[in-house]
């Protein structure tokens, strides 16, 4: 028993040193080491073996994944293409609907495949005009673009070039498009949800009276906002989008491809909007970018790879797997604590998938169901306040986290964990364990 407290202790060391802003690089490391000294493993083999495997081999799988994930989001930004979306879409519901035009836009660009935080940076400034215009308080910017970004739009509904569904296939050889029927389920029953709720939180702040308030640097972002996306067809800037996925779930495509060709199309399309000299520069942010996020990511997976190799880890493991009743329950469990305790929805499933999955397979369990169930999972706890995404969006909104993680919290976290173990109870009458 004392190993596996072993093991919630490094676990909410990673917390805690996240939440205190330290580097999730380092954290993972020290984490790994505390774990390897109190679990009787020899320190040294631990970091040099254990955890570089774990890490190395993560990179290896996704590094390029990542970075043409990254450039496909920086292209859309560049030329102005995602911002004429999110433009569009928030003109199109009106100043009465403003703020579901901006949650939609999120989800529109994230199912796109564009990266969660690619997606605040553009929207924010669109939020703040459309904000503006509706006389909404700013403290709601943040959860209405989590809302969009973090959730399901990513998760449940199948076809998504987003880095979080593609991991599973790596490891359990489905498809983009494991488990459609649930995922769309899912997926139509949480945006119902994000909806009323984003909608009742704007109406909340109407009748207090609460409206739009702008200091000296938000009006600098107000007239820069004007400018996005100008020039930029809508609906040709939604082609990339398109192209990508039919290439995914139609022609089942190699996503490194999907994704290279819709940089390639949305560059071509929008040319114009592309300076030539500063193409390299696009190319070096990218690949920088999808770096910095693909080792950082295969860091956590690093400790979590010490973390399966102590003794903490098997008796837990086989307690979850033996626990009775429902596997996909346990399994729900066990993705979405280690995506909370790594703060990375991305981190904690690539750890499920490698060392948990194969055996509830082995047990009979869908891999569909497993790959559907795994990614809403493992977006339950990820979004915790010492998250790095979570910290980013408020610091680009110019807010605390008392000012606006209450909303962040029942979007990303409360209604997203409701889903999933609704998902749960729905794929298991879908997909029976046999």
Same mark, same amino acid.
């Given at each position: ?319 979850? /797997?033996? !626990? *009775?009743? &429902? $596997?996909? @329950?346990?399994?729900? %469990?066990? +993705?979405?604590?280690?995506? =909370? ?19 509830? /397979?082995? !047990? *009979?369990? &869908? $891999?569909? @169901?497993?790959?559907? %169930?795994? +990614?809403?999972?493992?977006? =339950? ?54």
């Amino acid at each position: 028993m004392l190993q596996v407290l072993f093991v919630f202790f490094t676990l909410a060391l990673v917390i805690f040193l996240v939440f205190k802003k330290w580097n999730i690089i380092l954290v993972s490391i020290v984490a790994a080491a505390v774990l390897a000294i109190l679990d009787g493993q020899n320190i040294l083999t631990a970091l040099t073996d254990t955890f570089m495997s774990g890490a190395s081999t993560y990179v290896k799988n996704f590094f390029l994944l990542f970075c043409v994930s990254a450039l496909f989001g920086k292209v859309m930004e560049e030329t102005g293409a995602a911002a004429a979306i999110a433009k569009w879409l928030t003109k199109l519901l009106g100043e009465k609907f403003a703020i579901l035009g901006v949650f939609f836009a999120g989800m529109l660009l994230t199912y796109g495949g564009i990266s969660a935080l690619v997606i605040a940076f553009t929207m924010y400034p669109i939020a703040l005009a459309v904000f503006k215009s509706a006389n909404l308080p700013r403290r709601l910017i943040p959860g209405v673009i989590a809302a969009g970004c973090f959730t399901f739009a990513a998760t449940a509904f199948p076809g998504t070039p987003q880095t979080i569904n593609l991991i599973p296939p790596q490891y359990i050889g489905t498809t983009v498009n494991a488990a459609p029927v649930l995922g769309i389920i899912c997926g139509l029953i949480g945006t119902f949800l994000l909806v009323i709720y984003v909608y009742h939180e704007g109406s909340v702040a109407r009748k207090k009276g609460e409206g739009f308030e702008a200091d000296e640097k938000t009006i600098k972002i107000l007239a820069e906002a004007e400018k996005l996306g100008d020039g930029v067809n809508p609906i040709l800037a939604l082609v990339p989008i398109i192209v990508i996925i039919v290439l995914l779930v139609a022609a089942k495509m190699n996503a490194h491809i999907a994704l290279l060709i819709g940089s390639i199309l949305c560059a071509v399309l929008f040319h114009k909007n592309l300076k030539l000299s500063g193409i390299q520069d696009l190319l070096v942010a990218a690949i920088g970018s999808g770096t910095n996020a693909v080792i950082t990511t295969g860091c956590i997976v690093g400790y979590g790879t010490v973390v399966s190799a102590s003794a903490g880890y098997a008796i837990l493991s086989d307690a979850l /797997i033996h !626990m *009775g009743g &429902n $596997p996909l @329950v346990s399994f729900g %469990i066990a +993705t979405t604590v280690l995506a =909370g305790a790594a703060g990375s929805g991305t981190g904690g499933l690539a750890i499920a998938m490698s060392n948990i999955a194969p055996e509830y /397979i082995a !047990m *009979g369990v &869908n $891999p569909e @169901v497993l790959h559907r %169930i795994g +990614t809403m999972a493992a977006t =339950g706890l990820d979004s915790l306040p010492h998250s790095g995404a979570v910290v980013v969006l408020l610091t680009l909104c110019g807010m605390t986290h008392k000012d606006s993680y209450k909303q962040i919290f029942v979007t990303t976290v409360v209604i997203t964990l409701i889903v999933a173990f609704i998902g749960i109870a729905i794929g298991s009458v879908m997909y029976p364990i046999g």
